[in-house]
């Protein structure tokens, strides 16, 4: 059987949840015994996601392959077990220097090179490349929404693509709004109307509807829609807000037959799905009472895409302990030596996130040095890791002076340095330490524990490193290396051992996180974070 494709796009206005849609659709469809893959085709022109500011986009996701993607990806990787890769995230830009390298070496027998063929066929081999007798069905997220002038390559090659298959082979979902205006208390479907009309302009008849709204999505205006949009009434799917988690979406989506309607509509011979786990996962999710207040103490705090997948895995974490997880986002430059008490004591843990540049640096090793000291849970990703090396050389192996030298070049003591292989890199983009990297595990220590492995593989980021000049001086201090590259020697792990919970990790293990797997350390972090909060709540009692 051919492998079958369905195209996810999106119309009105942007951050709809097509990403989020798109996985919960892949969970449902992987529930049924089909084979699928997953990917995103973004119409920005850069190469990948690596360069973009997080204000502006996000979380940069990494594969471990080392591709440096949408954040969308973290979303599909969270509800489905498709395998990611750099691939997986398309760019206009990756296409047009496709094309043009093509071009350059005289591929194109000398043709004047034009969007349509050119650029829409290098498109279309993107759809096919994972075709194949293991793939059933392949999931292509169209980003942006119809109407933007630099989506238009890509809906014009997906149009292309579904006459070349058949319609038997391939489907369209769009993603759209019903506004409710509060003045008049309705919901508008105009706005979807003219969202898909727009696809139809470019030749594209969308197969099934969803639907975001605030409200329940009446008969009537099902029937309206589906009127006016030349779809079939049942195929209006009403996406409400998930009143208590987005792992709720799958179970929403699946309530109105969608995956039904899928495999019905391509005709694919499919079992009926297995969501127990799932259901099992939510349940526990949402029925939980008991909670642990946890500060991520970071640069991007404000903006919650930025830090996405840490905050998921927090979540995974206290589905696995049957425990709420109140996040409380601290701005780093925020936290000063006579504010970070009031801010920190009541917190059962403190998390510092990855991130670059100075800004916070600062408030983000008061924080550390605030855990150090008063023994609460501590957990330091990539930059977390080199602010808790650096907050360790001054205040416990002192050295004054310590710093990283991507913050002060000429610092006395740089025990967080730029990477080897880094010193004549001046391009940005793709060219950090990235992907999967073994690291071994030291025996007897908190991370060791956790993973219950000697050797796991971890997602990294990153251009500097611990400095290994000052390995054994703050070891002697008291630092334990609790994991190191085998291959580099390279220091991937940090732990302080008279310390409740105290772990630092270069990586970043949020990446590798789901909420019926959650990763260890995430895991082992929240249970220490429960600990805390009872040993506090003892001490009370006892006063």
């Not at 610092?411 to 292989?421: F, K, N, R, S, Y």
């Not at 409740?500 to 789901?514: L, M």
Request: aromatic residues 6%; hydrophobic residues 35%; negative net charge.
């Amino acid at each position: 059987m051919a492998t079958k494709h369905i195209f996810v796009t999106g119309g009105v206005v942007s951050s709809l949840g097509k990403g989020l849609s798109t996985g919960a659709i892949g969970l449902l469809l992987e529930s049924r015994g089909l084979r699928i893959r997953m990917q995103k085709f973004d119409p920005y022109i850069n190469l990948d996601a690596g360069t973009m500011n997080p204000y502006q986009h996000g979380e940069v996701y990494v594969t471990d392959d080392g591709g440096e993607c949408d954040l969308d990806l973290g979303h599909y990787e969270r509800f489905t077990n498709s395998p990611l890769y750099a691939n997986s995230n398309i760019t206009t830009g990756r296409i047009y220097r496709s094309v043009i390298t093509k071009e350059r070496q005289g591929k194109y027998l000398g043709g004047c090179v034009q969007v349509v063929p050119h650029v829409t066929n290098e498109i279309k081999s993107r759809i096919r490349q994972w075709d194949g007798p293991d793939v059933d069905l392949v999931l292509t997220e169209i980003g942006g929404t119809v109407g933007d002038i630099e989506s238009l390559p890509f809906l014009e090659a997906c149009r292309q693509f579904a006459l070349e298959v058949g319609r038997d082979n391939c489907m369209f979902i769009h993603l759209t709004l019903l506004p409710h205006l509060h003045a008049s208390g309705e919901l508008k479907t105009k706005p979807t109307q003219h969202s898909v009309g727009a696809m139809r302009q470019i030749g594209i008849q969308p197969d099934i509807l969803i639907c975001r709204s605030e409200l329940p999505v009446t008969k009537d205006l099902r029937d309206k829609i589906a009127l006016f949009c030349n779809v079939q009434q049942d195929m209006v799917i009403e996406n409400l807000d998930c009143p208590n988690s987005i792992y709720e979406l799958p179970l929403m989506l699946q309530k109105q037959g969608i995956d039904d309607k899928i495999v019905k509509r391509l005709h694919m011979a499919a079992h009926n799905p297995h969501m127990d786990v799932w259901k099992d996962m939510l349940e526990t999710l949402i029925t939980t009472k008991e909670s642990v207040d946890i500060a991520v103490v970071g640069k991007y705090v404000e903006l919650t895409d930025a830090y996405k997948s840490v905050y998921e895995a927090l979540t995974h974490g206290g589905i696995k302990y049957k425990t709420h997880i109140n996040v409380h986002k601290i701005q780093a430059e925020d936290v000063h030596e006579g504010t970070i008490a009031k801010q920190l004591k009541d917190m059962d843990a403190v998390l510092v996130p990855g991130g670059f540049g100075e800004r916070g640096i600062e408030g983000k090793i008061r924080a550390v040095k605030y855990a150090r000291e008063n023994k609460i849970p501590f957990f330091g990703l990539c930059l977390g890791m080199q602010v808790a090396t650096i907050e360790f050389a001054r205040n416990v192996a002192g050295l004054t002076d310590a710093n990283s030298a991507e913050f002060k070049s000429k610092c006395e003591h740089p025990v967080i340095a730029l990477m080897e292989e880094q010193v004549d890199v001046t391009d940005k983009g793709g060219t950090m330490r990235l992907g999967a990297q073994p690291c071994a595990m030291q025996k007897g220590t908190h991370s060791e524990k956790a993973y219950g492995a000697a050797l796991v593989q971890e997602r990294h980021r990153h251009r500097y490193e611990f400095n290994n000049k000052y390995r054994e001086q703050l070891t002697k201090a008291g630092l334990t290396i609790a994991g190191l590259n085998p291959e580099l020697d390279l220091v991937e792990i940090i732990e302080i051992a008279d310390h409740p919970f105290f772990v630092a990790v270069q990586f970043h293990p949020e990446f590798k996180s789901g909420p019926i797997k959650p990763h260890p350390l995430f895991s082992a972090f929240v249970k220490a974070a429960i600990d805390e909060r009872k040993r506090r709540k003892s001490e009370s009692a006892e006063a």
